[in-house]
C-alpha cells in the first residue's frame, strides 16, 4: 500500500518471492535448516524429460553449477534453488527441497532433496 496526496492509502498488486522471504527469514533467525516445499518430490535434473534423473544428496557447488548452467526452469525451480544457495551462503547447513506429502519423511532425512553446505 501507498499513500496518496489525499491521505488515503492504496494497495498494490505485487509478487513475494515466498523462498526467497524465507530464506532470508532463516538467515536473520540464524536457522541451520530450510525446508522449501514445491510440488515435486525432489528436485530433478532434465525434468520432465526421458534422461530425468532425481537428486537426493547435493552439495551447494554442484547445484550452483548446474543452475548456471540452465538445467532448472526459470520461475519454477530456478528460485527455489537461489534461495537455497542464499541461505546457505548466509548462515544455513541444509536445505531440504520437496513435496508437502513428504515433508514427515524429509524431517526424518529420509526423502526430499538435500542440499548441503559446501
Known sequence: AYN???????????????DMTAALLGRIIKAQELFIITDVDNIYLNFKTDSQEVI??????????????????????????????????HHGNEVIVTSINNIEQAIQKQAGTRILKD
Not at 496518496?4 to 515466498?18: A, M, R, S
Not at 547445484?63 to 534461495?83: N, T, V
Open 4 to 18: 496518496l496526496d489525499n491521505g488515503t492509502l492504496e494497495g498494490l498488486d505485487g509478487v513475494i518471492d515466498k
Open 56 to 89: 537426493y544428496d547435493v552439495s551447494a557447488s554442484d547445484i550452483e553449477s548446474w543452475l548456471k548452467d540452465g538445467h532448472f526452469w526459470r520461475g519454477s525451480m530456478e528460485p527455489k534453488i537461489q534461495a537455497a544457495l542464499y541461505f546457505l551462503k
